[in-house]
């Protein structure tokens, strides 16, 4: 087809239906395509992909298992005549690959039940109506009904890695040294200041905790920060952390 037909056939688009698109990587012999219709079938499972999942939560827990772990895998739920009618994505932690067989010649993954949280006799009733990710639990699914998407890995081709994994050793690192962090300020005394009493004062324990009770009310919490201190005390010592002693990175 000429430009001059191509030309012609989208101003007959845009008159039958408003409007025209050309896409030349769906389109057919013409190279162009009318869109498909709201209630059309695949528009549907694109929008509501299964009971329990909008269209936008199913894309987005691909995504997340696809960055997380570097594989994303996805169950076309088939009908009698072979008809994608639910699609899930299952979790590539629970997954296993099974090797081919006689019964399955392309293989296929077993669902791992202990990896599962859901208790399959109290969700029985929910699963047989609405859910059928959950009764493939500890059973196997047939390579001809995955849809698998991978991160390329540098030394598999049979497995993907994903960006956390390639930089695992640097999340420990910085996961060790949050641990430490959190250790120091949750178990260390961190006092901010030291008051001492002049030498012919000899206050009570009961004294001491008095003066400390009304010093921490008036100047303790983030809203007396920077607030002036007036003490008739001989020395009044700063025992605030430097940033070198708090630059743990370095």
């Not at 959190?182 to 901010?192: E, F, L, R, T």
């Not at 905790?209 to 009304?214: I, K, L």
């Amino acid at each position: 087809m000429n430009n001059s037909d191509q030309k012609l056939f989208r101003r007959h688009l845009r008159m039958d239906s408003g409007y025209g698109l050309s896409r030349s990587l769906y389109a057919g012999e013409t190279g162009a395509s009318i869109p498909l219709s709201n209630d059309h079938a695949l528009c549907q499972i694109l929008k509501h992909p299964n009971p329990t999942q909008s269209g936008a939560a199913f894309r987005y827990e691909r995504v997340l298992q696809l960055q997380l772990t570097g594989a994303s895998i996805v169950w076309n739920v088939p009908n009698q005549f072979g008809k994608t009618v639910q699609r899930y994505v299952i979790p590539t932690a629970i997954a296993s690959p099974v090797a081919p067989s006689t019964d399955l010649p392309d293989g296929g993954y077993r669902i791992q039940t202990p990896s599962s949280r859901y208790d399959l006799d109290s969700f029985s009733s929910y699963s047989s109506s609405h859910n059928l990710l959950q009764q493939v639990l500890g059973k196997v699914i047939p390579l001809s009904q995955l849809q698998i998407t991978r991160w390329p890995h540098p030394l598999y081709q049979d497995d993907g890695q994903s960006p956390v994994s390639a930089g695992a050793r640097w999340i420990d690192s910085a996961n060790q040294i949050d641990a430490a962090r959190w250790a120091q300020m949750n178990n260390g005394a961190d006092p901010s200041i030291v008051v001492t009493c002049g030498k012919d004062m000899r206050p009570t324990r009961e004294e001491l905790e008095a003066a400390a009770a009304m010093f921490d009310q008036k100047y303790g919490g983030t809203e007396n920060t920077g607030k002036a201190i007036f003490t008739t005390g001989e020395q009044v010592v700063s025992l605030t952390a430097t940033p070198r002693e708090m630059d743990y990175n370095a």
